[in-house]
């Protein structure tokens, strides 16, 4: 069974970090993009970051602005998002998903594997 599981979310104050992971088990990922969505109470699920699969390529939303990381460790068969200088506005449900499309894809629907998700709420 292929499994996205999230995980590191919380609540921290605003200016904080977090450290999100997303771990894959039921095969292996090494070959596949993944990308990291947000959702928001209310709101769409958006675009985050996405990470191809030999880390040589990297894309995120205009929002992260410098201040999301991701990263990925394909012997792990995990993925991560550093998230630094957060803001309120960044409370959302943060899903892990994965692709095995080329280049860095950055709608919902080509992303075929996601997690539950892991809440991450910052408080002002």
């Known amino acids: 069974q292929v499994q996205l599981v999230e995980s590191g979310g919380g609540l921290v104050q605003a200016g904080g970090s977090l450290r999100l992971s997303c771990a894959a088990s039921?095969?292996?990922?090494?070959?596949?993009?993944m990308g990291w969505f947000r959702q928001a109470p209310g709101k769409e699920r958006e675009f985050v970051a996405a990470?191809?699969?030999?880390?040589?390529?990297?894309s995120y939303a205009d929002f992260v602005k410098g201040r999301f990381t991701i990263s990925r460790d394909n012997a792990k068969n995990t993925v991560y998002l550093q998230l630094n200088s957060l803001k309120p506005e960044d409370t959302a449900v943060y899903y892990c998903?994965?692709?095995?499309?080329?280049?860095?894809?950055?709608?919902?629907?080509?992303?075929?594997?996601w997690g539950q998700g892991t809440q991450v709420t910052v408080s002002s």
């Open positions: 039921g095969r292996s990922f090494s070959g596949d993009t």
């Open positions: 998903a994965a692709t095995s499309r080329i280049g860095i894809p950055k709608k919902q629907f080509d992303y075929k594997y």
């Open positions: 990470i191809n699969w030999s880390s040589s390529s990297t």
